[in-house]
Structures are given as structure tokens and as C-alpha cells.
């Protein structure tokens, strides 16, 4: 019995070490940082309402412990200001975490979603890095992230899917830079890299969010079956508020203090492209 569990325990350890340690054959992609104020305006933007990086590595960028549980394990979100990571990252560097979950040294990123971000355009990507080399350096150092026995058997066993990296195409190219619009091309766009696909689902269905705890309550059904009870003028006022339209909480889950700060041409893309996919049951992702 002992002999087995020693086993079982060696082999989570040993399987999530070498996800932990895989390398990455990315080449590196070079993409234009210009830092106007047109560009860091928009790096601005999309840090908060769209990427809503400030959400995990905190309002000042310089790092946040997203979780710390005595079963799960330790998640850090770095500094990534010029005080603490930024500055050992070339701008190719950052393209490439951000966009492939690739870390400097090959390895995968831990939990950040670059599977939503995989799909910024390079002037957005650029406007990004801009912004960040532009933000004041923050000194904080939290360490890094640490997974204890139960984390690492939900990694060892693909119930955690805690490196993107292992998911994304990195084949697969993004484009020079999109139309910011109300249309429904942006429209969708936004649902991409705003991770409104990567929580509600890859077709909006909701459900439970792979890698949540199962006490977290499931993302919501965005598709046509699911809102079409409520006007554009509700979905809106839901995602600046964090109130259904009959005054019921929407949970911090659904991360609504940073859609608020979507511009109202953001919103009527989004919401336009909703309205535009298949309906699909609730919990179908
Ligand atoms: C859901 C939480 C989360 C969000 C949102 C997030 N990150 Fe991260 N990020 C992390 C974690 C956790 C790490 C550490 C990964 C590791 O140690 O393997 C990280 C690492 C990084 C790193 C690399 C630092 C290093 O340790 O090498 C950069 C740069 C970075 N993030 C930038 C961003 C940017 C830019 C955004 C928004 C576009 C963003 N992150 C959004 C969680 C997040
Ligand atoms: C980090 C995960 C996450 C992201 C990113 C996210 N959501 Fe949500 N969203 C949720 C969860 C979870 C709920 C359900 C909250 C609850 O039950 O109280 C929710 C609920 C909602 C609701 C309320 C629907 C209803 O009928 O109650 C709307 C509208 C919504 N999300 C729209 C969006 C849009 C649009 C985006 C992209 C811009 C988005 N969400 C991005 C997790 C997320």
C-alpha cells in the first residue's frame, strides 16, 4: 500500500514537473512598438477593459498571489513592470509571452490565458508592450508560483489545464491590426481576446470554466438562447453594472468591473456579435 502511494505520488510528481519544465519550440516574431500617446492610451485600454491584465498582476502591474490554498498550491502573478520582470524581457520576448504563453526561458507560462490573447493584433500587442514599458517600476517581489500535492495531481492528470501553451497554434498568424468599429468583425475579436470565449465557452454555451474549483458558479449561456430575453440596452448595463435586470448580483467571476470600462462602440460590437452565433443549450460551452 505504501509502496503504491509512493508510486502514485512519484508519478504526479515527475508528470507535473516535466509539464512545468516542457519546452516550447517558438521562434521569437518581431512586432512594431510605437509609443506615442495614441499607442499607450490604447495599451492602457486594453491592460484594463479588454485584456484586463491588471486583474492578475494587480492595479500597479506589479504583481499580485492570486491563490494561495494548502492543497492547490501558491499562483503568483509577477511584477511585470520595469521594476521586476519587464526589464530582463526584450519586446520580442513579451510578444511571445503574451501571445504564445511562452516564457524567456522556453518554458510555458502558468495559468495566464494567453489562449485569448493568441488572438491580439500586432498593433494592439505592440500598444500593450508600449504601455507596459511605460508604467512607473513597481519593486515588489512576491516569488513565483508553487504547486502543492492536490495542484499538482489535477495538473498531472490534465484536470487543470494550467499551460496554455500546451493548447495554442502557434502556427497560426494574427493580423497587421483590425478596424476598431462597430462591427461584427471586431465584434468578435473583442469576444476573443476579452475572453468572453474563454470563459462562456469557444460557442458561448456557459458552464463550468475548466480549472475552477466546482463551488465557482458557471459562466452564463451568451448565445442567443441565453440573452435573448434581454435588450442591448440590458447586456450593457449587466456588464457595467454587475446587475441583472432584476436586480440580482452578477458574481466577481464574471469580471465586470473591467467590461464596464469597455467603450460604447466596444459594447455594440460585442453585444452584436452575441446576437450573431448559433444558439446553443446552457453548459455546452
Ligand atoms: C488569469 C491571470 C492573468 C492574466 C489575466 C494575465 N496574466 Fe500575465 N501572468 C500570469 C501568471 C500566473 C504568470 C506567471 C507564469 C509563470 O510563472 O509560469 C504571468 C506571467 C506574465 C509575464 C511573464 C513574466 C515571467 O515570469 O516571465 C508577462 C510579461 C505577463 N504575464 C504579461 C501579461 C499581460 C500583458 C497580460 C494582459 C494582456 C497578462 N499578463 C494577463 C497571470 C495572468
Ligand atoms: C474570467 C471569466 C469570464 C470572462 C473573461 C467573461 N465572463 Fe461573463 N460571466 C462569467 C461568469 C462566471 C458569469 C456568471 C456569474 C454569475 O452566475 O453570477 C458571467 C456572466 C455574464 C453575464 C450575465 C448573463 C446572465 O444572464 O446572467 C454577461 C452578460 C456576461 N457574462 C458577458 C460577458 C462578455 C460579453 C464577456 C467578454 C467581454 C465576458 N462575459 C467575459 C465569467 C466570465
Redesign the pocket.
Known amino acids: 500500500m505504501v509502496v503504491l502511494l509512493g508510486g502514485a505520488a512519484g508519478y504526479v510528481y515527475a508528470a507535473s514537473n516535466s509539464k512545468a519544465n516542457q519546452q516550447y519550440d517558438v521562434p521569437l516574431e518581431h512586432v512594431a512598438v510605437a509609443s506615442d500617446s495614441a499607442a499607450l492610451a490604447r495599451g492602457r485600454h486594453l491592460t484594463t477593459a ?1 485584456g ?1 491584465c491588471v ?1 492578475c498582476h494587480s492595479d500597479d502591474l506589479g504583481g499580485k498571489v492570486m491563490i494561495d490554498d494548502p492543497a492547490l498550491g501558491v499562483a503568483i502573478a509577477p511584477n511585470i513592470t520595469s521594476g521586476g520582470r519587464l526589464a530582463s524581457y526584450s519586446n520580442d520576448e513579451l510578444v511571445r509571452v503574451i501571445r504564445h504563453g511562452v516564457k524567456r526561458d522556453g518554458r510555458g507560462a502558468f495559468i495566464m ?1 494567453s489562449d ?1 490573447y493568441q488572438y491580439f493584433s500586432d498593433a494592439d500587442v505592440g500598444a500593450i508592450i508600449a504601455y507596459l514599458r511605460s508604467v512607473p517600476a513597481v519593486t515588489r517581489d512576491l516569488g513565483i508560483s508553487m504547486l502543492r500535492p492536490v495542484g499538482r495531481t489535477l495538473v498531472a492528470t490534465n484536470q487543470l489545464p494550467a499551460y496554455p501553451a500546451a493548447r495554442i497554434d502557434h502556427a497560426r498568424k494574427s493580423p497587421a491590426m483590425v478596424q476598431e468599429d462597430s462591427s461584427l468583425a471586431y465584434g468578435e475579436y ?2 476573443n481576446v ?7 465557452g469557444p460557442g458561448l454555451g ?1 458552464g463550468p ?1 475548466p480549472g ?1 474549483p466546482p463551488q ?7 448565445t442567443p438562447t ?2 435573448s ?2 435588450s442591448d440596452a440590458q ?1 450593457e448595463a ?2 457595467r453594472t454587475g446587475k ?1 435586470p432584476d436586480g ?4 466577481p ?4 468591473r473591467f ?1 464596464a470600462m ?1 467603450t460604447p462602440t466596444e459594447m455594440r460590437a ?2 452584436m456579435y ?1 446576437r450573431s452565433v448559433p444558439g446553443k443549450e446552457f453548459g455546452t460551452r
Open positions: 479588454i484586463k486583474e490565458p485569448d473583442l469576444a476579452g475572453g468572453c470565449t474563454g470563459c462562456h456557459g470554466i475552477m465557482a458558479p458557471p459562466a452564463a449561456n451568451l441565453g440573452i430575453k434581454y447586456v449587466m456588464m441583472r440580482s448580483e452578477i458574481k467571476d464574471m469580471p465586470w467590461t469597455m460585442t453585444i452575441l
